[in-house]
């Protein structure tokens, strides 16, 4: 579920090997599938109005500390290597806990043949911003 974060430079080269074939700006702004973006649509819909309703009942400091508290567990996660970060504090917090879908027992990456064990040193320069690249490159 979670994605890497590489920043790109609109208007730089285009690596192919870092960010795949389709990779482009294009491939950022539209979704990959029709049906995902009425998925996205009624989640945020739905969001809003959970958001809505639990400031009716408890007012709007409320939505502040669970705005606050999610920006802080979506940021805390495990350096790079062997363990990959669950987030169990923000998967609690936003209550997705309880959704399963097929990411989560289909197509694990540590299941794959070609699959690499990924390098500390370079994920954390990566996090750090001291290097480019994917932090876990796990294909070849």
């Not at 290597?81 to 609690?92: D, I, K, Q, R, V």
Request: charged residues 25%.
């Amino acid at each position: 579920m979670a994605s890497s974060s590489v920043k790109k430079v609109i208007g730089g080269n285009h690596d192919v090997l870092r960010f795949g074939v389709n990779d482009s700006v294009k491939g950022d702004l539209a979704p990959p599938h029709p049906l995902q973006a009425s998925v996205q649509k009624e989640t945020k819909f739905w969001a809003d109005k959970r958001k809505f309703g639990a400031e009716a009942i408890y007012g709007s400091a409320f939505n502040i500390r669970k705005d606050l508290d999610a920006q802080i567990l979506s940021k805390f996660q495990r350096p790079p290597g062997a363990l990959p970060s669950s987030m169990l504090g923000y998967e609690a917090l936003t209550g997705s806990l309880d959704d399963f879908g097929f990411e989560d027992y289909l197509n694990l990456p540590q299941d794959s043949e070609s699959f690499r064990a990924p390098d500390m040193h370079h994920g954390m320069e990566v996090r750090l911003g001291l290097s480019k690249g994917p932090i876990c490159p796990s294909f070849n």
